[in-house]
């Protein structure tokens, strides 16, 4: 059987033979430095212990080459194998020179493939990779009666994924991805192909696909604007009449386009979402979650002027979050269930995903991503630094992931940060310069609707001292450094919101002044005092942030902070347990600060509703009268803002894995709650069900007491049931 597993919107180009790694993630011209000492070998930034090995994503049919040459002065001698997904070995070379080729290796079938470069142990020196890819126009089969015996043999032709399910341009006609073209038997072949079949999510026996395919001369089949109604995997077959030879297919896929919407008379309100890095409720003073939480009085002020929703969810760490804000969809939906190690990862959010940025730009929105993204991967075939624009956003503003972590280094005050797709130094406190970029991206924008993610880098470790005006805590000032000033990339003088980047930005940072923090921040007494100090840092610049706007802006946008999860263990303090804090599915991990204001939200309100980071998708393309219909997760609470009385939702839906991806995975966690019982659930690496727990929420916040210990009373038991049949119905 010939299978081709491959993204649906990148499957034109793949027939047409001409494949974009950003489009498609197959690996081509790509070019790899590694600099080697004695008993290490690196690829960029990774660290290996004794072989270097590239993984891309490659189709059967594929001719894959590779060429690997030591850099002069270097001893060097590698060989090269392309090992197959599974783990066989494809080709292989190693003719001890310094320069080695494979040319053309033909893939045999569809999935993960591995480049190895081997024989670097003890080695010095640099050498470089230079890998490109071809595929055929067409996709042959031949057929062999004598290999399945006398009759019709059945061969998958290919395989297709549909990358979102279905949506609509505003106020239009309903939009799905379509599947065109022919499958034909070409001259000098016996073989007649009979009537294609599609089996595919949620269309039952293998369906006939008489009512889009029109027969043509010669025996061939012509396929126009099939529609795939359903997101998963879809897979075509045809038989051949019983002769041997040959039967192609010229098959494209694609995806449907919003169309640009035109701002009517009615004014569209601008949005501004607000993320905070590893902030729970406990570190948000007007939740009176916590008996010493910190100061935070301009967040105060904003729950005072909007609505406070106590019982929101995000997911336990930082990317997951992010996706889902997103998407609308949930980490098992987008691959996303644990952070993203972005110099190392091989998997990020496919770009094939419609986000928040792309619904809302179709209605007229300007859009920008400001501070950090944390949702590309370096070794996928997404460009690292261009991935917030691939996702949808004019100008991405901030470091591409987390801060660096390492002593020594004033990542606060010395940062890398990308400016729509070009990496820049930057020094100047970091929480100050992502609320400076904000404002000039607001004035760049002028009159136009906007929609603004300010991702926060605070207060998400490393623990670095804040300047000292913008907290109010003893943080031992003879270290903490004063230079937030230096070279600054903030954007000014924008014309449209677009900021020129400097002509030869340096990729490496030096260490810079150094900062008062713990040498090991994760495992140090005073970090709960620090990150206070970050936390009032950050309200103070939002502060600023709303002070600085003009007051008629302001009053036409809407406000939401949230966090991206909970707490961060060494940050919690009594009577908050720090091993249930960011990382666990307890509340201490995933129950967020989320406030809104704006122009038809109740002020001083306080919403009991259960709701989810994924529902934001949602709610802000509600507010903004957009497209909502590829967010299958997202529920919005647009209507909590002006009646928070109104009934919530029953169920409460989590998750949680790892690695990230479509499995298998090493933790598998499934969590969810009603109005006052929460139920856990966890899985081995085989997948089958490892543990339960059941909590009452209303007489045990801190989830200490597992229900499941114990037989069930008929309230807990039927709670139960009603939370673990809800997982069990998920698609």
Same mark, same amino acid.
């Given at each position: 059987?010939?299978a081709?597993s ?69 001893? =060097? ?10 783990? *066989? ?6 003719t ?22 081997t ?54 006609p ?36 008489? !009512? ?12 126009? !604007? ?24 010229? +098959? ?14 009615e ?20 939740y ?10 301009? =967040? !105060?002020? +904003? ?27 949930h ?9 993203i ?14 986000s928040l940025? !792309? ?29 917030p ?28 940060? @990308? ?29 136009e ?7 926060f *880098? ?45 002509? *030869? ?19 140090d ?30 009053? @036409?946008? /809407? ?8 707490t ?38 306080? *919403? ?32 909590h ?11 409460? /839906? ?10 298998? /995975? ?17 899985? @081995? ?25 114990n ?21």
């Amino acid at each position: 059987m010939l299978a081709i597993s491959i993204r649906a919107c990148a499957l034109a180009a793949y027939m047409l033979g001409a494949v974009s790694p950003a489009n498609t993630g197959v690996l081509q011209d790509v070019d790899l430095k590694a600099t080697l000492k004695a008993g290490d070998t690196f690829i960029g930034e990774i660290l290996v212990t004794s072989t270097d090995i590239l993984e891309f994503e490659g189709l059967a049919g594929e001719r894959v080459s590779v060429a690997v040459k030591a850099k002069k002065g270097a001893v =060097l001698k590698p060989a090269v194998a392309i090992r197959a997904p599974d783990s *066989s070995i494809v080709a292989e070379v190693g003719t001890g020179k310094a320069k080695i080729k494979l040319k053309k290796v033909e893939l045999p079938l569809a999935g993960v493939y591995q480049i190895h470069v081997t024989g670097l142990e003890g080695t010095i020196g640099e050498y470089k990779m230079t890998t490109s890819s071809k595929l055929t126009k067409a996709i042959t089969q031949k057929f062999n009666d004598s290999a399945v015996g006398a009759g019709l043999m059945q061969d998958t032709l290919f395989e297709a994924k549909s990358a979102a399910p279905n949506w609509k341009d505003p106020e239009g006609p309903l939009k799905k991805y379509t599947v065109s073209g022919t499958i034909f038997s070409p001259k000098k072949s016996d073989a007649v192909p009979s009537m294609p079949e599609l089996t595919g999510p949620g269309l039952g026996p293998p369906l006939e696909l008489t !009512d889009f395919i029109e027969k043509t001369k010669g025996g061939s089949f012509k396929l126009t !604007d099939m529609p795939l109604d359903n997101l998963g995997n879809y897979t075509f077959s045809v038989k051949n009449a019983g002769l041997p030879g040959v039967i192609k297919t010229n +098959l494209t896929i694609k995806k449907p386009k919003l169309k640009k919407q035109t701002i009517s008379a009615e004014p569209h309100p601008n949005i501004l979402l607000i993320i905070g890095d590893d902030i729970g409720v406990d570190r948000v003073a007007v939740y009176g979650e916590h008996p010493n939480p910190g100061n935070t009085p301009n =967040l !105060d002020a +904003l729950a005072a002027q909007g609505t406070m929703f106590r019982n929101a969810w995000a997911y336990d760490t930082c990317s997951p979050t992010r996706a889902a804000m997103l998407t609308g969809r949930h980490a098992r939906r987008t691959g996303i269930g644990t952070f993203i190690l972005t110099k190392t990862a091989s998997v990020g959010l496919p770009a094939t995903e419609i986000s928040l940025a !792309d619904v809302l730009a179709a209605k007229g929105y300007r859009t920008a991503a400001v501070g950090k993204w944390h949702l590309s991967a370096a070794r996928s075939a997404t460009d690292l630094y261009r991935h917030p624009l691939l996702m949808g956003f004019e100008h991405h503003w901030g470091p591409i992931t987390n801060l660096p972590n390492q002593d020594g280094a004033s990542a606060y005050y010395d940062f890398e940060k @990308n400016i729509d797709g070009v990496p820049v130094r930057q020094q100047k406190y970091a929480t100050t310069d992502q609320v400076d970029d904000t404002l000039n991206l607001i004035e760049g924008f002028g009159p136009e609707p906007w929609f603004i993610w300010l991702a926060f *880098s605070a207060p998400h470790k490393p623990l670095h001292a804040p300047p000292a005006h913008l907290h109010s805590f003893d943080l031992d000032l003879d270290k903490i450094p004063t230079n937030d000033h230096g070279s600054d990339h903030s954007a000014s003088g924008l014309a449209r919101g677009i900021a020129t980047p400097p002509s *030869s930005p340096p990729l490496t940072l030096d260490p810079g002044p150094q900062g008062s923090f713990p040498p090991d921040p994760s495992a140090d007494e005073h970090a709960p005092l620090f990150v206070k100090a970050m936390t009032e840092a950050m309200d103070t610049e939002i502060g600023r942030l709303f002070a600085s706007m003009d007051p008629a802006t302001l009053a @036409n946008t /809407y406000v939401i902070f949230v966090g991206d999860n909970g707490t961060n263990g060494p940050a919690i303090s009594p009577p908050w347990d720090p091993t249930k804090g960011k990382s666990t599915v307890f509340e201490g991990g995933i129950n967020v600060p989320l406030i809104v204001t704006g122009p038809t939200v109740l002020p001083g309100q306080e *919403s009991p509703a259960l709701v989810h980071a994924v529902d934001l998708f949602a709610t802000i393309a509600d507010l903004a009268r957009a497209d909502t219909s590829t967010a299958v997760d997202s529920a919005s609470f647009s209507r909590h803002l002006t009646d928070p009385t109104i009934s919530t939702p029953e169920i409460l /839906y989590g998750e949680r894995f790892r690695p990230n991806g479509f499995g298998p /995975y090493e933790i598998y966690q499934q969590v969810a709650r009603n109005g006052r019982f929460k139920y856990m659930r966890y899985y @081995n690496m085989a997948g089958a069900l490892a543990g339960e727990d059941l909590y009452d929420l209303e007489t045990d916040a801190f989830e200490t007491d597992d229900l499941m210990m114990n037989p069930l009373d008929p309230l807990a038991f039927a709670a139960f049931q009603q939370l673990s049949s809800y997982m069990d119905s998920l698609d």
